[in-house]
């Protein structure tokens, strides 16, 4: 005897049955444009005041490449959230730090998590590192028209490239231009004073630790100068969200080690609030 389940009986659309590319963001638009963060759009001279996300910091090491993000989300001038997580993994070889309306941001990094394991899953391979950050280039370059309207999503995209065995850091501007950069960069609207402070302190061949270090005083120094960057939090504990990634693969640091990299940076700026070396 045959059991009968409501909804089982349904046929799959033939859009589900026909060949296609792997990208699932091509199969989305195709199929149903509205559920993507670029199929909606905002009536005619409308404003919306939401959470913005910031700062980002990359910096490559003697092995891989580091991504920090601070922890505050602004509304105005008003805190939105105080722990709010900016950096995530976007593979097993590749992280994505969000600067900009925050809830598009996490939106576009949620589907392009997607994104990635459906080329996997259909291709049988990893996409190289620069196909990686091509593919999100095109995705920002579909939020163009929420941008023109204030919803901005400006990310950093950093990863382990297996065939060179190096780290690797793309930036990007608001119409998915995608650029390779150097040994560090930041994004957000601390990133003025983070990359002054990137360029003091960054150098050739840091190790794992010492990177780690830099990012933290990178958005520190973020902090000091812009409001609208959360420095680390010792009363309440929160501390900046850190991803390493190497040829093992991504990882974040944990709260523990965190914590004691944060202890040292701010032990060392109590007598020398500056940094001046």
């Given at each position: 005897?045959?059991?009968?389940f409501?909804?089982?009986?349904r046929?799959?659309?033939d ?5 296609g590319?792997?990208?699932?963001t ?5 199929y149903r444009?509205e ?5 909606r759009?905002?009536p005619s001279?409308?404003?919306?005041e939401?959470?913005h996300?910031?700062?980002i910091?990359?910096?490559l ?11 505050r989300a602004?509304?105005?001038?008003v805190i939105?959230n105080?722990d709010?997580?900016?950096v995530?993994?976007?593979d097993?070889y590749s992280?994505?730090?969000i ?5 598009i941001?996490i ?19 990893i996409?190289s590192?620069e196909?990686?950050a091509n593919?999100?280039?095109s ?8 941008a023109m ?10 990863g ?6 190096t ?13 390779v950069?150097?040994?560090?960069h930041s994004?957000?609207s601390?990133?003025v004073f983070?990359?002054?402070s ?7 061949g840091?190790?794992?630790q010492?990177?780690v270090?830099?990012?933290i005083e990178?958005l ?9 960057t ?15 990634v ?6 974040f ?13 701010v ?8 940094g001046?070396r």
């Open positions: 005897m045959t059991q009968s409501p909804g089982r009986s046929r799959l659309d859009a589900f049955l026909s060949a590319s792997s990208s699932f091509e199969f989305v638009t195709a444009p559920l993507l963060p670029a199929g759009r905002l001279g409308a404003s919306i939401a959470p996300g910031t700062t910091v990359a910096l090491f003697d092995g891989g490449v580091i991504m920090a993000g601070d922890r602004t509304m105005g001038n939105a105080r709010m997580e900016k995530f993994a976007a097993d992280v994505v730090g600067a900009g309306t925050a809830g941001a939106e576009l990094v949620r589907l392009y998590q997607v994104e990635l394991e459906h080329y996997e899953k259909i291709e049988g391979a996409m590192l196909g990686k593919r999100l280039a995705m920002i370059r579909g939020n163009l028209a929420l309207q204030g919803l901005t999503v400006v990310p950093t995209y950093a382990f490239d297996l065939e060179s065995a780290g690797r850091i793309y930036s990007y501007d608001v119409t998915g231009g995608c650029y950069e150097g040994g560090h994004t957000g601390g990133s983070a990359r002054g990137l360029k003091k302190l960054w150098r050739p840091l190790d794992e010492q990177a270090s830099v990012a990178a520190y120094d973020a902090a000091d100068d812009d409001s609208a959360g420095g680390p939090d010792l009363g309440r504990q929160i501390w900046p969200t850190v991803a390493v190497d040829h093992s693969g991504a990882r640091v944990a709260q523990d080690l965190l914590e004691q990299h944060v202890e040292r940076v032990a060392a700026r109590r007598d020398n609030p500056g001046a």
